[in-house]
């Protein structure tokens, strides 16, 4: 499944590896939450327990909002018995989850395996 909202954000759910990857693509801020949020829960209805990877590659910008929206997602997975985990950062948002010590919170994984 696949959405797009006014903004020109966009996410689309595949399987890989008995995952489900969510693929967001756009900037991940305050105006774009709720389309992330709609596209995690799709992802989470793929597998049971939810194994969730989100995959950044095609997300050049996040902002605190976009972290908050991330961290939101690792817990709702986490407390429904699933894994998540991000790949595919750019080096942008690689840094910016190394600055604010996310990137301890978060594991990375492999874009094409999903693990």
Known sequence: ???ADRTGFSWIVTQRNNA????????????TMGEFRDGL???MECIRPPLVVVDLQDVPFCDSSGLNTLIWAANTVE??????????AQPRITRLLRLTGL?????????S???
């Not at 693929?23 to 801020?29: I, K, N, Q, R």
């Not at 018995?81 to 991000?86: A, D, E, I, K, V």
């Not at 978060?106 to 874009?111: A, V, W």
């Open 1 to 3: 499944m696949a959405s």
């Open 20 to 31: 489900a990857v969510l693929s967001p693509a756009g900037e991940l801020d305050l105006s």
């Open 79 to 88: 407390a429904a018995g699933g894994t998540f985990s991000l790949s595919g």
């Open 113 to 115: 395996t999903g693990s």
């Open 41 to 43: 829960a799709h992802a």
């Open 103 to 111: 990137d301890k919170r978060f594991s990375l994984c492999d874009t």
